[in-house]
Each structure stands twice: as C-alpha cells, then as structure tokens.
C-alpha cells in the first residue's frame, strides 16, 4: 500500500495536518481494527487458560451472589 499524503502547513510552513484519500485512510482503519480484534482474541484465550482450584472457586462463586 502507498500512502501519499498532502500535508497542511502553517504559516512557518511547518507540517500540522496530514490529508489522505478516503480509500487509503478507510484501509489504514481496517488495519487497526484488525489488530486490536487479534489482541483482544489473544487475551480472551490466555484467560481461558487460568484455573481456579476449589477454595479460590467458592470465593468467586460466593461474591457472585453478593452481588445480586
């Protein structure tokens, strides 16, 4: 993918803004939404992987019920 953005200047003609083409900036959105779906993915199945033996499940169990 090419990125060729148009640049908005000041007065200095210091860079402040970037401008790019809708389809390039849509893609570039994709992108980040797709790696943050991974993340998130990676994340649920590490936590799939945690266990807890029996004391610590009543603990939990028992503070659902408080909770009500």
């Given amino acids: 993918?090419?990125?060729?953005?148009?640049?908005?200047?000041?007065?200095?003609?210091?860079?402040?803004?970037a401008l790019l083409d809708?389809?390039?900036?849509?893609?570039?959105?994709?992108?980040?939404?797709?790696?943050?779906?991974y993340n998130l993915m990676n994340e649920e199945?590490?936590?799939?992987d945690e266990t807890l033996d029996l004391e610590q499940a009543k603990e939990y169990y028992n503070s659902l019920e408080k909770q009500k």
């Fill in 22 to 37: 809708i389809k390039t900036f849509e893609k570039i959105e994709e992108i980040f939404e797709n790696y943050g779906l």
């Fill in 1 to 17: 993918m090419e990125i060729n953005p148009d640049y908005i200047v000041d007065k200095n003609n210091n860079r402040i803004a």
């Fill in 45 to 48: 199945d590490e936590d799939e």
